[in-house]
């Protein structure tokens, strides 16, 4: 009896953390239209928060591919230290009722949350993050954003709390 209710306690406890990822000011509601097969090709990362897997990366890019089997193929790419680098891995759409709401993997089968933010109606640019606020990326069709659509982006991650001063800016230009 004892070892259940520290288990139960432990769970409640757990169950608290997410609560503190919502405390933190981020709206991360996602998109309630998504067209996946619009979404697939190639996109250029803009800006990101930094992480372990993409630090010290430029000009960084990912092409999504549908396979015949409905399956997504995500193909990441980019430079560090002047040295092309890209990892495969794959993604998946799991709740047809909340399709902004994806997963992603690129070790086995441990998927990362991967959340459409918001999207241009013509798909050229979109806000990606996560269920926590350590996730986030511009990404466009294009390997630059005329200046007045990057503040439009935003001032939309601002007003849903996100620090912008975080983001990492990739520069296509460097060659």
Not at 13 to 32: F, M
Not at 43 to 48: C, M, T
Request: with cysteine.
């Amino acid at each position: 009896m004892k070892n259940i209710l520290i288990l139960l306690c432990s769970i409640l406890g757990l169950s608290g953390c997410g609560s503190d990822i919502a405390s933190k000011g981020i709206d991360n509601r996602t998109v309630q239209t998504f067209d996946v097969t619009r979404f697939m090709g190639k996109w250029y990362e803009i800006a990101r928060y930094d992480h372990r897997f993409e630090e010290g990366m430029n000009r960084v890019t990912a092409t999504y591919t549908l396979l015949d089997n409905g399956r997504i193929e995500v193909l990441n790419a980019g430079y560090k230290d002047g040295k092309y680098k890209e990892i495969k891995g794959k993604a998946k759409q799991p709740d047809a009722a909340d399709p902004g709401k994806l997963k992603v993997s690129f070790f086995l089968w441990f998927y990362a949350d991967y959340y459409v933010l918001d999207i241009d109606p013509d798909y050229r640019y979109v806000l990606v993050g996560s269920s926590s606020d350590k996730y986030l990326w511009i990404m466009s069709r294009e390997a630059a954003l005329p200046d007045n659509v990057l503040q439009e982006l935003l001032d939309k991650l601002r007003r849903r709390g996100y620090d912008t001063d975080r983001l990492v800016f990739n520069d296509f230009s460097v060659k």
